[in-house]
């Protein structure tokens, strides 16, 4: 298996432009987690999907994140107007729940957004 | 609330030392417990995880780490570090949603 595919690997844009990021989850996985870590908060988890549906998106800083998961096998996290302040490395994670549901996610190479 | 604490944001080693990474973890009921590894501009690696039984478990590279209930720990060893263990290592716990939480890192600098 190719592994959680991300992309792009690198995205550079200005203040206020949308900025798009694409996950390819391991097929057959039925949960999919994105994340984001910067130097001051560490790992945070943003929103986590589970079989395509939004089930815990507290973690959200706030209206201008946004995720879809529009299929098994891709989903997308968009910043719409992005600020500087948004700057990080965005991960992309998937699970297979199984019938003990503590199984283990697997992550990609993850997105290093900056935005100037 | 839930966390998880990991103390030493900074350690170095001398290659061939032993190694002994710490992590705490507040949680309502016992957790599943995770050690990850990052390597510069890379995802992070699983190395190994605690369900349940044997308190002591076996990872990859090396590694195995030992689950104390009774001091709320989950702490990563290893006997002898080698130069290409550097790198930023990551405690994590989670209940059986698979929502993780995560530690702050503990950056491991191996000196020659």
């Known amino acids: 298996d190719a592994g959680v595919i991300q992309s792009p690997r690198h995205e550079v844009t200005e203040m206020g432009q949308e900025v798009t990021l694409r996950c390819k989850p391991i097929?057959?996985?039925?949960?999919l987690f994105w994340y984001r870590q910067t130097m001051m908060r560490g790992l945070e988890l943003l929103i986590y999907f589970n079989n395509n549906v939004p089930i815990d998106d507290s973690g959200m800083p706030e209206d201008r994140f946004s995720a879809k998961m529009p299929n098994a096998s891709f989903s997308t996290l968009k910043i719409q107007p992005s600020e500087p302040r948004d700057s990080a490395v965005y991960f992309c994670a998937s699970r297979y729940s199984g019938t003990s549901g503590t199984d283990t996610q697997y992550f990609g190479p993850g997105t290093r957004l900056t935005v100037l | 609330a839930q966390s998880v604490t990991q103390p030493d944001i900074h350690i170095t080693v001398s290659e061939g030392a032993s190694l002994e990474l710490r992590c705490n973890y507040s949680?309502?009921?016992?957790?599943?417990l995770f050690w990850y590894v990052q390597s510069p501009g890379q995802g992070l690696q699983l190395l190994l995880k605690?369900?349940?039984?044997?308190?002591l478990v076996q990872g990859i590279k090396g590694f195995e780490a030992e689950f104390k209930r009774s001091q709320s720990s989950f702490n990563l060893r290893k006997p002898s570090v080698h130069w290409s263990d550097a790198a930023e290592y990551f405690c994590a716990a989670s209940s059986n949603t698979g929502k993780l939480i995560f530690g702050q890192g503990t950056t491991l600098q191996v000196k020659p």
């Open positions: 949680y309502g009921a016992t957790p599943y």
């Open positions: 605690y369900f349940s039984g044997d308190t």
């Open positions: 097929s057959g996985h039925d949960y």
